[in-house]
C-alpha cells in the first residue's frame, strides 16, 4: 500500500515568507508526527496529533510554527515568516494508534530559506 | 546536555567484523525504546524494539538497561549493506519521541 506521503519534496523561499508543508498518512493511521531534521542531527519532535487534535505541541519552536489535521487525515505545518535557521528537512510520520506503534516516516520536504 | 546521547561516529569497519553502538538516556521516566536506521537522504525507518529482557533479531541484537539508562545495538557479521546511520530513540511518557543525533557506521569491502 501507499506509504506516508509529503509535499513539496523541496521547498525554496526567502525570509520573511509564509510557507505550507503537507503530509499524507498512511490511510488508517490515527497518529501523526512532524519532526524537523538539521544536517548531521537526529529528527527533532515538533509536534503530535491524534486524529484531529494536537495532543502534543511542545516541539514547536515559537509562535510562528503552526500545524492542523482538520479531518484526521491530511496534515498541514505552517511557518509564518520564515527565518534562514528555519532551513531543515522536514519529516511526517504516522503510525496506527501513537504510542510504541512503528512510526512511518515520510520523504520529507526540505526547506530552504535564503 | 542532549536527552539521548549516542557515541560519536564514524565508525568504520570490514566486512563480516561485529560493532557495538551505545546510546545513553537522561529522563528516568522513559518508557519505551527503539533503534531506527536511515540511509543517506533517506527517511529513518525502524529495526527494532529494544525491551529490558534484550531482543536479538538475526544479526542485530539490542539491550535496555534501566538501571544505568543504557541502550546498546549490536551488529553481528556486518555487511556493506548494513552502512547507515543507526538512530537511538526514546519515547517519554505520552507521545514524545527523542532522538539522538546517531552514529554512522561505514562498512568496506
Known amino acids: 500500500g501507499a506509504g506516508v506521503s509529503q509535499t513539496p519534496s523541496n521547498k525554496v523561499t526567502e525570509k520573511g515568507k509564509y510557507v505550507e508543508l503537507r503530509c499524507d498518512p498512511i490511510?488508517?493511521?490515527?497518529?501523526l508526527y512532524w519532526y524537523r531534521q538539521s544536517l548531521g542531527q537526529g529528527p527533532e519532535f515538533l509536534i503530535y496529533f491524534q486524529g484531529t487534535g494536537a495532543a502534543d505541541d511542545s516541539g514547536l519552536p515559537n509562535d510562528r510554527f503552526f500545524a492542523v489535521r482538520p479531518e484526521g487525515s491530511v496534515s498541514t505545518l505552517k511557518i509564518q515568516r520564515t527565518e534562514r535557521g528555519d532551513s531543515a528537512v522536514y519529516l511526517c510520520?504516522?503510525?496506527?494508534?501513537?504510542?510504541?506503534?512503528?512510526?512511518?516516516f515520510g520523504p520529507g520536504t526540505r526547506l530552504t530559506v535564503l | 546536555r542532549k536527552e539521548v546521547e549516542q557515541d560519536p561516529g564514524p565508525f568504520n569497519v570490514p566486512e563480516g567484523a561485529t560493532v557495538a553502538f551505545n546510546c545513553t538516556y537522561s529522563n528516568s521516566a522513559s518508557q519505551s525504546f527503539f533503534w531506527y536506521r536511515q540511509d543517506c537522504r533517506k527517511e529513518p525507518k525502524l529495526l527494532m524494539s529494544v525491551y529490558s529482557s534484550g531482543n536479538e533479531d538475526g544479526r542485530f541484537t539490542a539491550q535496555l538497561n534501566r538501571a544505568s539508562q543504557y541502550i546498546s545495538l549490536l551488529i553481528r557479521d556486518s555487511k556493506l549493506s548494513d552502512s547507515a546511520t543507526y538512530l537511538c530513540?526514546?519515547?517519554?511518557?505520552?507521545?514524545?519521541?527523542?532522538f539522538g543525533a546517531g552514529t554512522r557506521l561505514f562498512v568496506k569491502a
Open positions: 530513540v526514546v519515547r517519554r511518557p505520552g507521545f514524545k519521541t527523542i
Open positions: 510520520a504516522s503510525s496506527l494508534k501513537g504510542g510504541d506503534n512503528e512510526q512511518f
Open positions: 490511510s488508517g493511521h490515527t497518529a
